[in-house]
């Protein structure tokens, strides 16, 4: 018998999925650009920082997904954790926001304090997420016991994932720096300025997307729990490896995470090589770039229940992986041909296009990883009996955040190797602010050479080097090298919808012989 969600359900988690990923990107976009650009915490610093906090969700994670997965309440065992968690990562988020300004010259106690803080709240902020991001992936596959419905809510919640991020997108940069411009001029600190733009845009946005978040609380669980049982924390990580084709997703996803560099990057570059720091208006480039990225990415998510009808999962995943890595190559090989001209139009459609086609080929292998483990989750049921939700869609959130972790470090050793670093980036922001004052120059960052000032000497197109290097090769080179593990994975179309009929004829055996029970009782 078919149980699946209403519209109303459907639309509730959508909205509260839009809002949960606001919150995510607000950090994922802003913050690295945030700790080096805003309060100049050293690039190396940043990039261990952050991969330790992955680290630490290796760990987090599968344990939040035993909790999901032992957790047993009148609302369910996903939906308790949508109710209560959305204001606590909301004040987490800001906390992150919250910090002094790293100064090489000051003294050591003081930089110990902004570097630890700013590794703390960060951490912080990661396992408050993880409580929240479980769950809301996670009860799609107890939203519903009909595969097509699965996979469609499944799509659908990528695209409203990626309009979300691409709020946050198109407005936290750009927001943060008229706003902090504008503080900087009225108290005289430019730095201080910018700082407070950012701490109040991630405060107003964060508002706005927790209200959405709390939405997602409207979903209901309708796939009864098989069993009971209740699975320790080992047990967990058994069951994440003892599962081969969830085991091949999962190396997979790590094997490709250099791609999310592109979107820690993308605020650097966007607000260096295109708007000079702030000093001039680069949003029509955002639009157009970034509305690339994402563009790609919605139609390729809208198509993917659709092909999955026609074409193998693991054909198209592996398929649109290995292509995706041409666009990214053809992005460093546009950079090497035009260099210091990418600003200009004929330039921007190339880049546009690439674009376009990179975001398509990953937003669909993220629908068809999240489809996929859906079918993981089905295939642990009918083989052990115990459904672990909460445990396979930790190994998503581990994915995306040991992938943010990878490429954390991987852009520190760039961005250090060139220079662009602390007291660099701060002399940067300076000396483009005043080329911009004085002669109204533009596309100084873009244009500009080796460059002595403030007592250093700043090296402009070591700088751009490495950040078109860094949104291009490493992403390129991994693509190719993720799809080895999936070239044998098990769960074949037929495979996957043979078991998902043989899990409802058992949920509708038991149902008969439930209702039969009060019955047999009174006899």
């Given at each position: 018998m078919k149980q699946t969600y209403t519209p109303k359900e459907r639309n509730m988690y959508l909205i509260g999925l839009a809002g949960q990923n606001m919150i995510y990107n607000i950090i994922a976009v802003a913050m690295t650009y945030y700790f080096q650009s805003v309060?100049?915490?050293?690039?190396?610093?940043?990039?261990?920082?952050?991969?330790?906090?992955?680290?630490?969700?290796?760990?987090?994670?599968?344990?939040?997904?035993?909790?999901?997965?032992?957790?047993?309440?009148?609302?369910?065992?996903?939906?308790?954790?949508?109710?209560?968690?959305?204001?606590?990562?909301?004040?987490?988020?800001?906390?992150?926001?919250?910090?002094?300004?790293?100064?090489?010259?000051?003294?050591?106690?003081?930089?110990?304090?902004?570097?630890?803080?700013?590794?703390?709240?960060?951490?912080?902020?990661?396992?408050?997420?993880?409580?929240?991001?479980?769950?809301?992936?996670?009860?799609?596959?107890?939203?519903?016991?009909?595969?097509?419905?699965?996979?469609?809510?499944?799509?659908?919640?990528?695209?409203?994932?990626?309009?979300?991020?691409?709020?946050?997108?198109?407005?936290?940069?750009?927001?943060?720096?008229?706003?902090?411009?504008?503080?900087?001029?009225?108290?005289?600190?430019?730095?201080?300025?910018?700082?407070?733009?950012?701490?109040?845009?991630?405060?107003?946005?964060?508002?706005?997307?927790?209200?959405?978040?709390?939405?997602?609380?409207?979903?209901?669980?309708?796939?009864?729990?098989?069993?009971?049982?209740?699975?320790?924390?080992?047990?967990?990580?058994?069951?994440?490896?003892?599962?081969?084709?969830?085991?091949?997703?999962?190396?997979?996803?790590?094997?490709?995470?250099?791609?999310?560099i592109i979107t820690i990057v993308a605020m650097t570059l966007l607000s260096y090589y295109y708007g000079d720091n702030g000093s001039q208006n680069y949003f029509i480039y955002l639009i157009v770039i970034g509305?690339?990225?994402?563009?790609?990415?919605?139609?390729?998510?809208?198509?993917?229940?659709?092909?999955?009808?026609?074409?193998?999962?693991?054909?198209?995943?592996?398929?649109?992986?290995?292509?995706?890595?041409?666009?990214?190559?053809?992005?460093?090989?546009?950079?090497?041909?035009?260099?210091?001209?990418?600003?200009?139009?004929?330039?921007?459609?190339?880049?546009?296009i690439m674009f376009l086609l990179a975001g398509g080929a990953l937003g669909a292998t993220n629908v068809l990883q999240s489809v996929m483990i859906a079918d993981c989750i089905d295939y642990d049921e009918d083989r052990t009996g115990y459904r672990p939700d909460g445990v396979l869609f930790s190994g998503q959130s581990f994915i995306t955040k040991l992938g943010a972790g990878i490429s954390s470090l991987i852009q520190s050793a760039i961005f250090a190797a060139v220079g662009f670093s602390d007291r660099n980036v701060e002399l940067t922001n300076q000396f483009l602010a005043e080329q911009h004052k004085i002669s109204g120059a533009i596309n100084v960052f873009a244009t500009s050479g080796v460059v002595k000032f403030g007592g250093a000497v700043l090296d402009f197109p070591a700088y751009r080097l490495g950040m078109?290097?860094?949104?291009?090769?490493?992403?390129?080179?991994?693509?190719?090298?993720?799809?080895?593990?999936?070239?044998?994975?098990?769960?074949t179309n037929e495979k996957s919808a043979e078991i998902l009929d043989r899990l409802n004829a058992r949920r509708a055996l038991d149902a008969e012989k439930e209702a039969e029970q009060p019955e047999q009782t009174e006899e």
């Open positions: 309060i100049f915490i050293p690039t190396v610093a940043i990039g261990v920082m952050m991969a330790a906090a992955r680290v630490w969700d290796a760990i987090n994670d599968p344990m939040m997904g035993t909790l999901v997965d032992r957790t047993r309440t009148k609302w369910g065992k996903c939906r308790p954790y949508l109710i209560f968690m959305p204001g606590i990562i909301f004040v987490t988020t800001v906390l992150t926001f919250i910090n002094g300004r790293y100064d090489v010259n000051g003294s050591t106690a003081s930089k110990v304090l902004i570097i630890g803080w700013a590794a703390f709240s960060y951490i912080l902020w990661g396992m408050s997420y993880t409580v929240g991001d479980i769950p809301i992936w996670g009860i799609t596959a107890l939203m519903t016991n009909d595969e097509n419905d699965r996979n469609k809510l499944l799509s659908l919640a990528r695209i409203v994932a990626g309009l979300g991020g691409g709020v946050v997108l198109l407005t936290v940069l750009n927001f943060s720096q008229d706003l902090g411009n504008k503080l900087g001029d009225k108290w005289g600190d430019f730095s201080k300025g910018m700082q407070w733009g950012f701490i109040l845009v991630a405060l107003g946005l964060g508002f706005i997307a927790t209200a959405l978040f709390q939405c997602a609380a409207y979903a209901k669980e309708r796939v009864k729990q098989p069993s009971d049982e209740h699975k320790g924390f080992g047990d967990s990580l058994k069951i994440m490896w003892d599962c081969m084709p969830f085991r091949r997703i999962l190396i997979s996803g790590i094997i490709k995470a250099p791609m999310q509305g690339g990225v994402f563009g790609g990415m919605i139609v390729a998510m809208a198509f993917v229940p659709k092909l999955c009808e026609k074409f193998e999962k693991k054909t198209l995943y592996n398929v649109l992986t290995a292509a995706s890595s041409i666009p990214f190559a053809l992005l460093f090989i546009f950079y090497l041909i035009a260099g210091t001209e990418l600003y200009k139009p004929v330039w921007v459609v190339f880049l546009t078109f290097l860094l949104i291009s090769i490493p992403a390129a080179v991994s693509c190719v090298v993720s799809i080895l593990p999936m070239l044998k994975y098990e769960l």
